[in-house]
């Protein structure tokens, strides 16, 4: 028998969806050989809601508490996920593909001498022999890799595989793991939070993304307003980042996120390849448009040929209207 680490991640003292979805995939995988998952947990506290680990195919937690994991340090980080694989002796070990997994699993994989996939959106284990998928060349062609080796680390796509609680009731007891105290060469300092109250596109099941064709930051009131009546996250495209009109961690695509939401709606957008690769996961494309020969409209399920000044609002009246 052997062992399964994912590594957690929470955000407010929750466990993120994204977390959820890998240890789903991993608990998939595990009931195959009667393997045993377990989860490592670094933060600065407990969190609120353990039990949705349990949930969704935790054996073990291991929760490494400390007020130095508040913030994302890479040396640290990696320390305490080798010290827990040394706990449990696990041979695969399943990041989510967030910022924060992207650049963890590499150093993980480094230091183990694993090999390591990035951003997987599917993984099959048959007969002991690990398959995975991921998109390569911006999403053009899906790559698949059977991964060898005594240990193997990958990341998952967020978004793509789906939350199933197997195990709805079920309760784990934490088993502390000690955080390292030597002195590391990088010091982290926490940065303000960005916009606490809104959603990241990352973990949104609607984004809205605003591009170009809204002409100035002041407009993306338009692309908000629609965000909130859906309930949903506001997305930019590269070009509005660039000219200053919306943050970097707004940006979806090549160089931003990659997000898979149940709805995503493109307004001024025209579908830029590495836009996207970052999107193209997303269940249900909307996009609105005034150029009846933008790329987006190729591939989007529903195309609103107009112009959004006139087309979005009226949108979001409506769906106010219906949602009263
Ligand atoms: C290496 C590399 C990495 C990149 N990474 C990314 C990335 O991560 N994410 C990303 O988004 N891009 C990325 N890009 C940039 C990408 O190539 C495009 O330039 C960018 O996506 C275009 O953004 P846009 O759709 O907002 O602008 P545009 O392509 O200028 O499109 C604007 C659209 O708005 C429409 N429009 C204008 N006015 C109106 C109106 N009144 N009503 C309705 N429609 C209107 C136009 O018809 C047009 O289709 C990358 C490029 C490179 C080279």
Redesign the pocket.
Known sequence: MSTILVIAEEKNHRIRNATLEVLTAAAGLAARDGDRVAVLLPSSAAVDDSASLAACGADRLFAALDPRLGVYHPDLYKQVVLNAVQACGADLLLFSATAMGRDLAPRVAVALSAPCLADCTEVTMQNGTLTATKPLFAGKVLGRFVVNGNRKVLSLRAGVFPIIERRPGAEIAPEPLPVPDSAFPLQVTPAAAPDAGRMDVADADVVVT??????SAENFTLVEELADALGGAVG??????DSGWRPHRE??????KVVSPNLYF??????????W??MSGSRCIVA????PN???FQRADYGLL????E?VPALTAEIKKRSA
């Open positions: 605003g591009g170009r064709g809204l002409r930019a495209t590269r070009a509005v980042v940006q979806v695509g090549q160089t931003g493109m307004i001024g957008a025209s579908g830029s390849i590495q836009h690769a970052g609105i448009n005034k150029d933008a790329p987006i107009g112009d959004l000044f087309i």
